[in-house]
């Protein structure tokens, strides 16, 4: 950039390129309004800004929804890592102490790691950070994308699949499933008795089948789901007194089984272990406070394998899996 272009950012303020991303991602100005705790004529104020310095009309209102313009897609492809490399240089300058920080960390979680991970996490976080605030949200592999793509979180852990071109993931822990059941049969269960027991299945969409009945598939088995609930917490009570059965991954059976009443035990059929990832935007990659976090959510929610690099694979989020 020369001389002649530098000097024309004088005239530039910043916040209207942070209305502009936003914009882009939420293709509204009133859902960009609450995203930026602004009032409606404000972001529009912005918005005639933003027409008459790049002197195009950037977004066309088709229905209720506000569609990009052809320059308005060619501004956010150039200025995107732009904001990126701009949030890094501030954030490097930026010190965090964990004792004395008052920030709020805005995390998504899917409701397994919630239940059965949180709890340590945060144990592990007051005691550093006792000032800090930890907004979780509910988070899957279908949210995860547009909740770091709008910056409603920074960090997300949960099985995920395509993510934003800039996010970053890691995987944090391989984990496999167990079998949780609350009757007090001896032995374990064969996979004759496993089909014929009716089933718990924990899904977030009310799905009536999962991973396991594609391995059951292979081996020409059926089972039967008797019954689908939201999330985890709860699951325990719900199988107690009953001959339901539940496969859950390793980490949600641990914390399902220590309050007793509860038994986990091995799958009677071969499964592929699933990943449990760490994914974070990539605009707060060298922040110190959400590197801090980061690293905690590794420690306390991840395996060995992370904790020592083995199954480290930060990588742009477009590469799905």
């Known amino acids: 950039m020369n001389a002649v272009n530098r000097n024309d950012l004088r005239r530039l303020d910043l916040n209207l390129l942070i209305v502009f991303e936003t914009l ?3 293709r509204s100005v009133t859902r960009a309004a609450e995203k930026l705790f602004l009032g409606q004529p404000a972001i529009s104020a912005a918005l005639a800004r933003l027409r008459s310095l790049f002197d195009d009309p950037l977004f066309v209102r088709t229905g209720r929804s506000m569609e990009p313009t052809t320059r308005a897609r060619e501004i956010f492809a150039l200025l995107s890592p732009a904001l990126d490399s701009i949030s890094t240089a501030v954030s490097r300058a930026a010190e965090f102490d964990p004792a004395t920080s008052t920030a709020v960390f805005r995390v998504g ?3 397994d790691v919630e239940f059965a991970l949180l709890p340590s996490l945060l144990r592990r976080l007051r005691a550093e950070a006792p000032g800090i605030t930890l907004v979780v949200r509910r988070a899957n592999y279908l949210l995860m994308p547009q ?3 709008s910056g409603e979180i920074s960090v997300g852990v949960s099985y995920t699949e395509e993510l934003p071109a800039n996010a970053k993931r890691k995987v944090l822990r391989k984990s496999a499933p167990r079998l949780l059941r609350a009757d007090a049969i001896p032995g374990a269960l064969s996979l004759q008795d496993y089909c014929q027991r009716p089933h718990a299945l924990v899904s977030f969409a009310g799905d009536l089948s999962g991973f396991v009945d594609e391995e059951l598939a292979k081996l020409g088995c059926t089972r039967r789901v008797v019954l689908a609930v939201p999330q985890f917490n709860g699951l325990a009570n719900l199988l107690a007194g009953t001959d339901i059965v539940a496969s ?3 980490y949600a059976a641990a914390a399902l089984t220590a309050a007793g009443g509860l ?4 799958l009677p059929l071969a499964t592929p272990s699933f990943e449990l990832h ?3 935007r990539g605009t707060q990659d060298n922040d110190p406070a959400e590197r801090w976090l980061r690293s905690r ?3 306390f929610c991840g395996d060995a394998d992370s904790l ?3 199954s480290q694979q930060d990588a742009k989020g477009s590469s799905g899996r």
């Open 24 to 26: 882009m991602h939420e």
């Open 109 to 111: 979680l899917s409701d």
């Open 147 to 149: 909740l770091l793509a």
């Open 248 to 250: 859950v991954p390793d």
């Open 263 to 266: 038994r986990a035990e091995a």
């Open 278 to 280: 760490m994914v974070w």
């Open 297 to 299: 959510i590794q420690m």
């Open 308 to 310: 020592l690099g083995g």
